[in-house]
């Protein structure tokens, strides 16, 4: 009987060892992750990020179609009026948002091998904005954090019917 539960245990170890994991989870929508605090650094600003089976450099592109009458106008960092508010929306790179996030907590840019399988990669757009007085607008305790948020998922999704 004891040589049948070692045994029993060695199998489903075995087993479990075989199947493959998920690196990544899917975004089905949008998240805002929190900004993370290093050392005696003050908090960085909370990211909103969505995920994308495109390249971000379409995302760029879209923005700058989207935005094609502003003179002048950046996709990488750009200002823009919501409900007469100004705001400065930055999209970061991955090495910019590395120092932002906790990239333990979202495991970005890592294959899943199920999507792997069919020849797409996970990707991610990270955005911080920022209201007219340099304060975190994405912010939990942010006056103007529901009109961002509104924006931003606005411009997500007319960015997946692009």
């Known amino acids: 009987m004891k040589n049948y539960l070692i045994l029993s245990v060695l199998i489903l170890a ?3 060892s075989c ?21 005696d650094n003050p908090k960085s600003p909370n990211i ?3 995920q994308v089976e495109k390249d971000r450099s379409l995302f760029l592109r879209y ?7 502003v003179k002048g106008f950046s996709p990488e960092h750009y200002s ?3 409900k007469d508010v100004n705001f400065d929306i930055a999209i970061l790179t991955e090495q910019e948002s590395s120092t932002f996030i906790d990239l333990t907590e979202l495991i970005f840019n890592k294959n899943d091998p ?8 996970k990707q991610f757009i990270n955005i911080t904005v920022t209201d007219e007085n340099g304060e975190d607008a994405l912010a939990s305790n942010s006056f103007y ?7 931003l998922d606005d ?6 019917a692009y």
């Open 14 to 16: 075995l087993m479990s």
């Open 19 to 39: 199947i493959s994991v998920k690196t990544v989870e899917d975004v089905k929508r949008y998240e805002i992750v929190e900004g993370k605090t290093v050392g």
């Open 48 to 50: 909103f990020t969505f």
């Open 63 to 69: 923005l700058s179609d989207r935005y094609d009458y």
């Open 80 to 82: 823009t009026t919501i």
């Open 114 to 121: 199920e999507l792997v399988k069919n020849g797409r990669v």
């Open 145 to 151: 954090r529901n009109i961002v948020v509104k924006y």
């Open 155 to 160: 411009l997500r999704t007319s960015f997946k």
